[in-house]
Structures are given as structure tokens and as C-alpha cells.
């Protein structure tokens, strides 16, 4: 059993800022990828950013030079830092694990329960 606990969503300010975490417990062997989607109701989920164990980094074209996006591998935990944040960004934000749960395993997908971001006066 594997479980992501997501936490730091909530209301800003546009312009201000946002740091979510995401953290992963359970029978982990190994996590390959975590990163970061968004879902604005009645739209596709998208990919914000993601970042592998060997620390490569992947980002959407709308949260470029805006949002970092780190992890702590020790921990099991990525890190979405959002900044220069606006009512665009407003999204539930889901964190995704790619883990393997055996020494060999392949790494299936394994995602939080959300966590909503309102960036609004």
C-alpha cells in the first residue's frame, strides 16, 4: 500500500506565492519520477512539472520561470514552489509518484488526493 499526503494549497493573492509538498510513504522500493498536475473543473488534468530521482526536471510551458519544482530523495518528497502566481493557476493540484513497490518491479503511477490553489483578490 502506498500513499501520497499532499499539503500548503490555499488562497493567495495574485502575484504572491505558494509552496506545496508532497509527501510518499509505504511499501516504496523505489520511486523513479514525482512531480505535480492541475485540474481546473470541467478541463483535462495537465501536467505542471515533474522531477526524476537523478533530478531532471520537466515544466509546462505556462508555469516556466515561475514554478520550481524539487525533491528530497531521502524523504520521499517533491516540492512544487509557485510564484508570480495568477488567477490562471487557480487548480486542484494533484502530486504523482511513478513507484515500484518490489526490487525489480515496474513503477506504476500513484497519485494524492488533491489540494486546491485559488489565487484570487
Known amino acids: 500500500q502506498v500513499q501520497l499526503v499532499e499539503s500548503g494549497g490555499g488562497l493567495v493573492q495574485p502575484g504572491g506565492s505558494l509552496r506545496l509538498s508532497c509527501a510518499a510513504s509505504g511499501s516504496i522500493s523505489h520511486i523513479n519520477t514525482m512531480g505535480w498536475y492541475r485540474q481546473v473543473l470541467g478541463k483535462q488534468r495537465e501536467l505542471v512539472a515533474t522531477i526524476t530521482s537523478g533530478l531532471s526536471t520537466n515544466y509546462a510551458d505556462s508555469v516556466k520561470g515561475r514554478f520550481v519544482v524539487s525533491g528530497d530523495n531521502a524523504k520521499n518528497t517533491v516540492y512544487l514552489e509557485m510564484n508570480s502566481l495568477t488567477s490562471e493557476d487557480t487548480a486542484v493540484y494533484y502530486c504523482?509518484?511513478?513507484?515500484?513497490?518490489?526490487?525489480?518491479?515496474?513503477?506504476?503511477?500513484?497519485w494524492g488526493q488533491g489540494t486546491q490553489v485559488t489565487v484570487s483578490d
Open positions: 504523482i509518484a511513478y513507484i515500484a513497490t518490489g526490487w525489480g518491479a515496474s513503477s506504476f503511477p500513484h
